[in-house]
């Protein structure tokens, strides 16, 4: 049973424009989204998190969309750089228990 | 400040051999984490310590993985024998944990593991 569904797998964008990640959950208990960020040969690194009591959430060029009624979040990358050229997870998890990841979006940003 | 610490980097190994993998937290990190991360998947959680307890250990299959955490530092993650399908990366992450629930998990950069 997959928890946190993701997509698009896979994403291009060309260099300015805003890159766009969705996720999907099930649980309605889970209560902490955050977002990680892995370069290859890298270990995630957590990029921006959001709890379920606000909609939006905003850090620099990366923003959190959360639409609880929905059970839907997503990423936007607004401006988006080669340097953002990277694998993006999804990820939710309730209380203390696990994180659990979605299966990750490759996305790739033209120069 | 050193991150987390992980090795090897890689490693590859036939079947049915034993292969061991080592990881040294964040200092002062007290929650660590194996993860298992497959080739265009999520990392998926392994084993959590608090310390030196296994406080999570349920999706470790445990016919033929271990892993101690000695002193609540370091911890090492085991797999004997190993098979073609435990090929993947392992990741080891740490996390200080305030007792807000809401702790960063710092990642490793994993051990490629691969099964021949």
């Known amino acids: 049973q997959q928890q946190v569904k993701q997509s698009p797998q896979s994403l291009i964008v060309q260099k300015g424009g805003i890159s766009i990640i969705n996720c999907a959950y099930e649980n309605t208990a889970f209560d902490y989204f955050p977002w990680y960020q892995q370069f290859p040969g890298k270990g995630p690194a957590l990029l921006i998190a959001?709890?379920?009591?606000?909609s939006e959430k905003k850090e620099g060029r990366f923003t959190i969309s959360f639409n609880k009624s929905a059970k839907q979040f997503s990423l936007h990358i607004m401006d988006s750089q080669p340097g953002d050229s990277a694998t993006y997870f999804c990820?939710?998890?309730?209380?203390?228990?696990?994180?659990?990841f979605g299966k990750g979006t490759r996305l790739h940003i033209l120069p | 400040e050193a991150g987390v610490v992980q090795s090897p980097r890689y490693k590859i190994i036939e079947k049915k051999q034993p292969v061991a993998f080592w990881c040294n937290p964040i200092?002062?990190?007290?929650?660590l984490y194996w993860y298992l991360q497959n080739l265009g998947q999520g990392p998926e959680l392994l084993i959590r310590y608090e310390n030196e307890e296994a406080v999570d250990d349920s999706q470790l299959p445990k016919d033929r993985f271990s892993a101690e955490r000695l002193k609540g530092v370091d911890s090492t993650l085991k797999i004997q024998p190993a098979e073609l399908g435990d090929s993947a990366v392992y990741l080891c992450?740490?996390?200080?944990?305030?007792?807000?629930?809401?702790?960063?998990?710092?990642f490793g950069p994993g051990t490629r593991l691969t099964v021949l």
């Open positions: 959001i709890r379920p009591d606000v």
């Open positions: 200092s002062g990190h007290n929650t």
């Open positions: 990820a939710a998890s309730k209380g203390d228990d696990k994180i659990i």
């Open positions: 992450a740490s996390s200080l944990s305030t007792g807000t629930g809401r702790n960063e998990q710092f």
